[in-house]
């Protein structure tokens, strides 16, 4: 079988590492998948060591990728979480286990930094308005703090997808896409941002090279070897994986703003310029010199996934909806509040006449009315462009005409895999050739 120009796209995610191998044509053609193993500890911390990932890597590409073939893939493009990352010894190996996105013991370290006066105009620079636990910035302040001695001069600071492509490669390369999370980059700049460097402790040396998301990081080398991957292959950085399923939706050729709805709810649109910094605005580059603006909110499916727990005859995400199926439009007048990040959300105006049906439908409506206040601050010009939604949500007829009826728009449901928007980033040729 000849591979010759096959594609072949990884999606490091927060739960599994994913792996799909497409035609020129961006065909689908197999898929593997494998589950990636976290730590959690105290103080809100979530870690992954290099082990893990590794295994986790392994196993995905295994399921997708003979080496006993000799067959070449055309290119490797890799999506990825955002921020996680580790420190690197100058023997390569870890100082430490990754530390994740949602690791959360950065807080008193990000509240240090947001006092730093050469940090004032940190929005200006970020993809966030404003610091939050799980950027690296954050945890390199907290690590040095903890332990002054433990990052060394000739130690690299490593995000995941920059490690897997120096496993691939033997290069340390980010793209500018994943590093403006992390708070040591400057969307003004174009570049690492010295102040955050030295307001974390780390240097320009210590950090990566950096190249625009949809370019080729490297070519691969010896060490694909234990992947089951030749050596001389590009491989190319595509980005958070937000972005790369906004990208394989095809959103900036659309015209249309993306609504995901997944275990968390999340709106993304692309612009012809940066955006100024807004509270709840996290912005950065996209392929092409565009630029995305986007909304997160950890209430989404997560919500739908407690409340199946709580409310009787809601047991999975079927009978979940079969019940709000039940409730009239207004739920009686029940409300529903998730109360996040807090944790403190609740039901109110509460009746005896209210059923398990109003219940459930509340939290739609709740999750749709959250919807709306994000796309007020994502859309540059609110209500002029198509509304495209994909994402576990969208399968549900009921959620999307909650959504329809809240927004007073109608949803074109699409597809917004990670994997197939970085292999299009090559395939469209949003790429540098080495």
Known sequence: MDTSGEILAIDLGSTRFKVAVFDRRLTRLRQGTAPIEHEFGPGGAVEIHGKAVIKALSLALAEVWDPAAGSRPRAVVMTSQAQTFTILDAAGQSRIPFISWQDSRSEEACAALAKDETLRDFSDHSSFSELIPGMQIGHLRRLRDKDPGLIQFSDKVVLLPTYVAWMLTGTLVADTNLAAMSGLFSLKLGDWWPAALHAAGVTRSQLPSLVASGAVA???????????????????????????????????????????????QVAYEVSDRLAPAVPGLIRGTYPGNRYYRMAADSCGG????????????????????????????????????????????????????????????????????????????????????????????????????ILEQTLGRPLRKTSASPLEGAARMWAMGDKDIL
């Open 218 to 264: 490297a070519v691969t080398g010896p060490g694909a070897s234990r992947f089951g991957l030749p050596a001389g292959v590009p491989v190319v950085m595509a980005g958070n994986d937000q972005t790369a399923g906004a990208y394989g939706a095809s959103i900036e050729t659309e015209d249309a703003v993306l609504i995901t709805l997944g275990t968390a």
């Open 302 to 401: 997560s919500i739908i996934n407690w409340a199946q727990t709580i409310l009787a005859g809601c047991g999975d995400e079927a009978s979940f909806i079969a019940r709000a199926a039940e409730a009239d439009s207004g739920c009686g007048g029940l409300r529903f509040d998730a109360g996040l990040p807090e944790r403190t959300g609740m039901w109110s105006h509460i009746g005896v006449q209210h059923r398990p049906g109003d219940f459930a439908r509340s939290i739609l409506e709740h999750l749709s009315a959250r919807m709306a206040r994000m796309l007020a601050i994502v859309e540059e010009k609110p209500g002029r462009k198509a509304l495209m939604v994909a994402g576990g949500g969208s399968e549900f007829i009921l959620w999307r005409e």
